[in-house]
């Protein structure tokens, strides 16, 4: 079983809509969340970080947390064209910063 | 990309040779990653760095080597490369172990 588990898509949603997507850990002592936005042919880039159970909204962005069930979820409202991408989830437990990744989700918004 | 600078930023190498990249930093962060993303694979931790001198594996660390000996700078090493080495390599670095993570723009390595 991964770590980190993401449902590699692609999502298709239309633009103007809610994008939802989802990750699940395997980990029980992990402490921080982050979700990280990859266009094609370039690097990760943060957009969402969540230490807490409960919703963390920025801007159109919200995460979501349920460390009971091991899920964190990423909401992208009023979805643009702009937002496809493939977005990663990454998990952080223990020491030195490390991070495990999730194999990502492609996210397609379609006019 | 916030300080983080990596070369070269295409590489295509002969399998068995040697080959080092660098990640250059201008933040002056203590932690440095190197990752590897392949398809269906995702990040995958090679090495990381906590200090100079200070070095420790992660997940995919066979095949590889690093060395840290200034802040700044942080080499990752295949000693003799192989065709499962092609991959895109991205370095990171991060202040601590509460603040995140921020990714150079990647290494395409093709070895041949």
């Known amino acids: 079983q991964k770590e980190v588990e993401q449902n590699s898509g692609p999502l298709s949603v239309p633009e103007g809509a809610i994008a939802s997507l989802n990750c699940t850990y395997s980990d029980r002592g992990s402490q921080s969340f982050f979700w990280y936005r990859q266009y094609s042919g370039k690097s990760p880039e943060l957009i969402m970080f969540?230490?807490?159970?409960g919703d963390k909204e920025d801007g159109r962005f919200t995460a979501q947390l349920n460390k009971a069930s091991q899920y964190v979820s990423l909401l992208i409202r009023d979805s643009q064209p702009s937002d496809s991408a493939t977005y990663l989830c990454?998990?952080?437990?223990?020491?030195?910063?490390?991070?495990?990744f999730g194999t990502g989700t492609r996210l397609q918004v379609t006019l | 990309d916030a300080g983080i600078t990596q070369s070269p930023r295409h590489k295509v190498t002969e399998t068995g040779t040697p080959v080092t990249l660098r990640c250059h930093q201008t933040?002056?962060?203590?932690?440095m990653y190197w990752y590897r993303q392949d398809p269906g694979h995702g990040l995958r931790l090679i090495h990381y760095s906590y200090g100079v001198k200070d070095t420790d594996k992660g997940e995919v660390s066979d095949g590889y080597s690093v060395s840290r000996s200034k802040t700044e700078d942080f080499l990752l090493t295949l000693e003799s490369a192989t065709s499962s080495q092609t991959s895109v390599y991205f370095c990171?670095?991060?202040?601590?172990?509460?603040?995140?993570?921020?990714f150079g723009s990647g290494t395409r390595l093709t070895v041949v």
């Open positions: 990171a670095i991060s202040e601590g172990t509460a603040v995140l993570t921020t």
């Open positions: 969540i230490y807490s159970n």
């Open positions: 990454a998990v952080r437990a223990g020491t030195a910063s490390k991070l495990t």
């Open positions: 933040e002056n962060h203590r932690y």
